[in-house]
């Protein structure tokens, strides 16, 4: 009986190519090897598909050497529309047959992962996929747009204002009185980047041209946005299973000492002044709460496999600050230490988004097993 064929898909273009190489060597190692054949596809940093190494030591997260995917001369062949079959064609020229794709475990962040577009690539291939779907995954993406969403839905979300790098250079002034307007300190970040790449703290005016340099680096979209005070909370959402309303995890905390805020060190390079805690110190009635609010948030969205949903638990009630549909999944990460937390174990979970993937595909798993 053969085993469902899974290729976990990492790398990619965007600044956060380390964080997506180290996530697979995490899911490489923890992956239900019994119930999955596993093909691992690296995205290089220029985009292209190569068969990578089943290694998961060689992506390991080390702050003094960031895993990455470099071009070892093969490439990925996709199947085409009505077929199944993935091939791989060797630095030497010969193609090789990999055997019948079942479904893309996509573990990417960023542009061209993250937003939409490899989503879209698959749906027009026909090939299914795990996580979020193209409309969630390009409106999370970008960040100015998710609030407009969130907020027609009646989700909290904290004041901000959008700039763009042309309003900038030709009205400094204007977005600086925008900025003033919204009090300090402030939080400016790119429209379309996570693991807070590109993010900075404002305290006053003076940080404000620096603050937006960095962003503009990133994205030629920027938020410029009110410093929300109250807890860090965030919360694990998973779709429901054959039509159930989607689940929401404990939520856990991102408690800060002495950062500032949860910056791209912290999240994923061990560094000191942050600890995330899961499940979080929290009444019944605020765990309640969040769990709502994240699946209201999520079903805004339209969400479709996985999300985390970031909060601010302010004295006057909860604000979302973000939707990820594809959160940091390392070990380590928040994503699955709450679900750790909930009782999934890591490799449960890498399992719960393949088989909710197939079943979306209109494959139920026990089907697929026996084909």
């Not at 605020?286 to 948030?297: D, F, H, K, S, T």
């Amino acid at each position: 009986m053969d085993k469902p064929a899974v290729a976990v898909l990492f790398g990619g273009r965007s600044s956060e190519h380390s964080i997506s190489s180290a996530t697979a060597g995490g899911v490489l190692r923890a992956i239900d090897r019994d119930s999955y054949r596993v093909i691992p596809v690296g995205i290089t940093r220029d985009g292209v598909f190569v068969l990578e190494d089943d290694d998961p030591d060689k992506f390991a997260l080390d702050a003094e050497r960031l895993p990455e995917v470099v071009d070892n001369g093969t490439r990925v062949l996709w199947p085409e529309v009505g077929d199944r079959e993935l091939r791989v064609r060797r630095a030497d020229g010969t193609v090789e047959d990999l055997g019948a794709l079942d479904v893309v475990l996509p573990i990417l962040h960023g542009v061209h992962g993250e937003d939409g577009t490899i989503q879209g690539y698959f749906d027009t291939l026909e090939i299914p996929y795990a996580g979020g779907g193209v409309l969630d995954s390009a409106l999370c993406m970008d960040k100015h747009f998710m609030k407009i969403v969130l907020q027609a839905a009646g989700v909290p979300v904290s004041p901000w204002v959008t700039v763009t790098q042309e309003r900038w250079e030709r009205d400094p002034e204007g977005v600086r009185a925008d900025a003033a307007a919204l009090g300090e300190p402030s939080f400016v970040k790119p429209a379309r980047a996570g693991s807070s790449v590109g993010v900075s703290k404002v305290h006053d005016a003076s940080e404000l041209d620096a603050a937006l340099a960095l962003a503009f680096a990133e994205d030629d979209k920027v938020l410029i946005e009110s410093a929300i005070v109250g807890r860090e909370v965030e919360v694990a959402i998973l779709e429901g299973r054959g039509g159930a309303a989607p689940r929401a995890s404990l939520p856990g905390e991102i408690v800060l000492t002495t950062r500032e805020f949860y910056d791209f060190e912290g999240k994923y390079l061990g560094g000191d002044g942050a600890e995330v805690v899961c499940p979080a110190d929290l009444t019944d009635s605020e765990i309640a709460a969040i769990q709502q609010l994240g699946i209201r948030a999520f079903q805004a969205v339209d969400g479709k496999g996985l999300a985390r949903v970031d909060f601010f638990l302010a004295a006057d009630g909860l604000y979302v600050n973000e939707l990820n549909t594809m959160p940091g999944f390392t070990p380590i990460s928040m994503f699955p230490k709450c679900w750790i937390a909930s009782g999934m174990s890591y490799p449960e979970l890498i399992t719960e988004l393949i088989d909710t993937a197939l079943e979306r595909a209109g494959q139920t798993v026990a089907v697929r097993a026996a084909r």
